[in-house]
Antibody
Framework: EVQLVESGGGLVQPGRSLKLSCLAS????????MNWIRQAPGKGLEWVAS????????YYADTVKGRFTISRDNAKNTLYLQMTSLRSEDTALYYC???????WGQGVMVTVSS | DIVMTQGALPNPVPSGESASITCQSS???????????LNWYLQRPGQSPQLLIY???TRASGVSDRFSGSGSGTDFTLKISSVEAEDVGVYYC?????????FGGGTKLELK
């Protein structure tokens, strides 16, 4: 069974940093690109970043470019999202998902507030 | 960026009736390989999104045949035949032709 389990969320002050993790199981993680997608409270879905299977190709939404870094450790079956210079508008539920969209984690909440 | 625009439903939808959700893209999602790079998702209340349709018209594994996708390069429709209680939620279309990946704003389905 495919599982994606996010962790690392929480309450953080504006300007601070946070690192999210997504532990994958049930499939050959190293063969697949991965995505981070977020959803602000009561709002729609927003794609955040994508990374290819070998980390050769990385893409970011303009809203996070220069502040967020997506990475992965294929030996640990784990996807990461390093978030810096956090803003209140980054408050959202963050999902990791396969690029085909057929598997999503349960999401991890990030709240940016003083 | 490709802008995805979704239409609204005349909620609430009577149980057993059909419902059609529209989605329009600002650029054709039809690739030269003949595939149309459009997904449909359902997000039930309190849950993660679930993939319903990919390549515009292919049902994802385990998805009821009451769901069908159709369209052209820029205009798309998700049809739900005989709406049931489990269909309640917000539906999203998403293009995966280009980066940034973009979603429609969502269409809420409520049951009568």
């Amino acid at each position: 069974e495919v599982q994606l389990v996010e962790s690392g969320g929480g309450l953080v002050q504006p300007g601070r940093s946070l690192k999210l993790s997504c532990l994958a199981s049930g499939f050959t993680f190293s063969n697949y690109g991965m995505n981070w997608i977020r959803q602000a409270p009561g709002k729609g879905l927003e794609w955040v970043a994508s990374i290819s299977s070998s980390s050769s190709y990385i893409y970011y939404a303009d809203t996070v470019k220069g502040r967020f870094t997506i990475s992965r450790d294929n030996a640990k079956n784990t996807l990461y999202l390093q978030m810096t210079s956090l803003r209140s508008e980054d408050t959202a539920l963050y999902y990791c998902a396969t690029p085909t969209g057929d598997y999503w984690g349960q999401g991890v909440m990030v709240t940016v507030s003083s | 960026d490709i802008v995805m625009t979704q239409g609204a439903l005349p909620n609430p939808v009577p149980s057993g009736e059909s419902a059609s959700i529209t989605c329009q893209s600002s650029k054709s999602l039809l690739h030269s390989n003949g595939k149309t790079y459009l997904n449909w998702y359902l997000q039930r209340p309190g849950q993660s999104p679930q993939l319903l349709i990919y390549w515009m018209s292919t049902r994802a594994s385990g998805v009821s045949d009451r769901f069908s996708g159709s369209g052209s390069g820029t205009d798309f429709t998700l049809k739900i035949s005989s709406v049931e209680a489990e269909d309640v939620g917000v539906y999203y279309c998403q293009q995966f032709l280009e980066y940034p990946r973009t979603f429609g704003g969502g269409t809420k389905l409520e049951l009568k």
